[in-house]
C-alpha cells in the first residue's frame, strides 16, 4: 500500500496542530501563573513569548520520545501528562540552574506548578491529536 503525498501532508498539518494547540495552551498557563505570582512589574504578552519559545524547546524534545513511547503502545492520555510533567520539570530545573533569571524566589519552592502546566499543556496536544488524527 502507496502512501500519497496529500493524506501525508494532511496527517502532518494535522499533527503540527496538535503541537501548536499545545505550545500556546502552556504558554498562556505559565504566563499566566507568573503574572499572578509576580504582578504588574511584568508585562504579560512579553511572558507568553517567552513561554511560547520554553515551549516549543520543549516540544522538540518531547516528539521524538513520545514516538518512543507510541511505538511501545503508550500513547493514551497518562503518558502523555506524565511526559509533559517530568520534560517540562526537567527544563524548568535546566535552564534556571544555567540562567541567572531575576525573581528566582518564584522557583525557590518548586518548579511544580511550571510541571503541572506542562502536563495540561500535553494533554491538550494528546487531544488535539487524537481528534483530528482519528
Do not use: N
Not at 499566566?32 to 504588574?40: A, M, R, T
Not at 517540562?88 to 519552592?109: K, P, Q
Amino acid at each position: 500500500m502507496q502512501v500519497d503525498s496529500a493524506s501525508m501532508a494532511a496527517a502532518v498539518g494535522r499533527l503540527i496542530l496538535a503541537l501548536i494547540a499545545g505550545v500556546a495552551t502552556g504558554a498562556v498557563l505559565v504566563a499566566g501563573f507568573i503574572y499572578s505570582s509576580l504582578g504588574d512589574a511584568l508585562v504579560f504578552k512579553g511572558l507568553f513569548l517567552v513561554a511560547l519559545f520554553y515551549g516549543a524547546a520543549i516540544a522538540i524534545v518531547c516528539v521524538p520520545v513520545w514516538l518512543g513511547l507510541a511505538r511501545v503502545g503508550w500513547d493514551r492520555a497518562p503518558a502523555a501528562a506524565a511526559l509533559g510533567f517530568v520534560a517540562t520539570g526537567i527544563f524548568v530545573l535546566l535552564t534556571t540552574a544555567a540562567g541567572s533569571h531575576e525573581r528566582l524566589d518564584l522557583l525557590a519552592y518548586s518548579v511544580l506548578p511550571f510541571a503541572v502546566c506542562g502536563a495540561l499543556a500535553a494533554l491538550v496536544t494528546w487531544w488535539v491529536g487524537t481528534k483530528f488524527l482519528a
